[in-house]
């Protein structure tokens, strides 16, 4: 078996309103509990908006602190599931299955042993 990170990115901005993410959170709760029901799931999280981000860079000695994400962009990580599945045909199943849940894109990307 080997461990997937499924990362969700959503596009900056408000987020949607509470009557357009119901069905969609109802959807990605039934996601979920099939991936447990299988044993596929580890450990799911959504994050706070990028604009919470605080980012350390190492420069010489010291290490710098700056408020906002670590790039700007149109589409910032909104959110990851973690899975363990037998190959990468696996893993871009539950990939598929996600990214058509949440009407997001999903990158799919194996951890390092």
Same mark, same amino acid.
């Given at each position: 078996m080997s461990q997937y990170l499924l990362s969700i990115y959503q596009p900056d901005g408000p987020?949607?309103?509470?009557?357009?993410?119901?069905?969609?959170?109802?959807? #990605?709760?039934? #996601?979920?509990?099939?991936?447990?029901?299988?044993?596929?799931?580890?450990?799911?999280?959504?994050?706070h908006p990028a604009d919470t981000a605080t980012v350390l860079r190492p420069k010489g000695d010291e290490v710098l602190i700056t408020d906002g994400p670590f790039t700007e962009g149109k589409e910032h990580l909104g959110g990851f599931t973690i899975i363990d599945v037998e190959d990468l045909d696996a893993a871009?199943?539950?990939?598929?299955r996600l990214a058509k849940a949440l009407t997001l894109p999903v990158e799919v990307r194996p951890f390092q042993h």
């Open positions: 987020a949607p309103s509470a009557e357009f993410l119901e069905p969609i959170m109802r959807d #990605l709760d039934t #996601l979920n509990q099939e991936m447990k029901a299988t044993g596929a799931w580890v450990f799911a999280a959504g994050l871009l199943d539950w990939g598929r």
